[in-house]
């Protein structure tokens, strides 16, 4: 049987969100914020997508396009995902070939791929000429065992719904210049942050901004949907660092999620994020698995 590609719609979203969940259960996402991504795409980013049908029913997706937060050039990335009753039948193939072929297009040279680990997951993309590059493990906690505690002399743990966009924005532009990634966080602008703020999925009551003279100094951010939430990206301004505040806006936020009804937190964290890694321990959190990211030449 033939492997029919074409463009998302917006009538697929629930289909893409199963699938989602499919290819890793700790990600939290919504039919609602796959449309609002959707939506508010930078035009920069080149993505295209494309879903597959078989026999005239979803059977997989993918998705590609530029890297928006880096000057890298060439620098791509992509993500194919296929339902396991439809695997091992052309789908996945067929999806990757579409991609590789719009990111030569625009000028792709090198695409990354992120995704949660498994072994056919690996031997597939390793089949396809693509290497594993950066690795975190993927990590769990209930956030109802998290004890609320003081935030550091001096400062203010407040939820982010209470904080200019603006100012949480500045500071973690400057905290994504240090995360170990395959490219710099070099182009983080703020027409994408703000978009990615106005996404349903973020839990802005539980997502934290730690303020001190007036100054976001550091935050976190969650993802929750229903009893799932997804840790976004935590981080400290560099000149306030060593003193406890990730710690303190992590704990804060899942303190919050539990009283909002979340059950569970995911995060995951490059291995050579020792300091991010060492806080997650003493909060608590708990290996379930392992992200991988995998790189490959155009």
Known sequence: MAVVL????????????????????????SAAGILHQRRG?????????????????????GIAGLETMSTTPGAGWALVGVLPERRRQGVGSAIAEELRRHLR??????????????????????????ERILTGPLIAVDPRTIEASPPP??????????????????????????????????????????????????????STAV????????????????????????????????????????????CTAAARGVTRVTTSNAEENAAMRAINRRLGFEPIGEHVIFGCDL
């Open 6 to 29: 074409r463009p998302w719609a917006d009538d697929d979203a629930p289909a893409l969100e199963g699938l989602l969940r499919t290819m890793d259960d700790a990600m939290v996402v």
């Open 41 to 61: 795409r930078p035009e920069r980013g080149r993505i295209a997508d494309v879903t597959a049908e078989l026999d005239g029913e979803f059977a997989g997706a």
């Open 105 to 130: 297009e625009i000028g792709a040279t090198r695409a990354t791929s992120f995704f949660r680990w498994s072994e056919e997951g690996e031997r597939w993309a390793a089949a396809r000429s693509w």
């Open 153 to 206: 002399a001096g400062t203010s743990c407040l939820p982010m719904s209470q904080v200019d966009p603006r100012a949480v924005f500045e500071s973690t532009r400057e905290a994504a210049l240090d995360e170990p990634t395959p490219v710099p966080h070099d182009d983080f602008r703020f027409d994408d942050f703000l978009n990615d703020w106005r996404n349903p999925d973020l839990d802005l009551e539980s």
């Open 211 to 254: 303020v001190e003279d007036g100054r976001v100094v550091a935050f976190a951010y969650l993802n929750a949907v229903g009893d799932r939430a997804q840790h976004g990206f935590t981080g400290t301004v560099r000149d306030r660092r060593g003193r406890g505040l990730a710690t303190a806006a992590k704990r804060r936020t899942l």
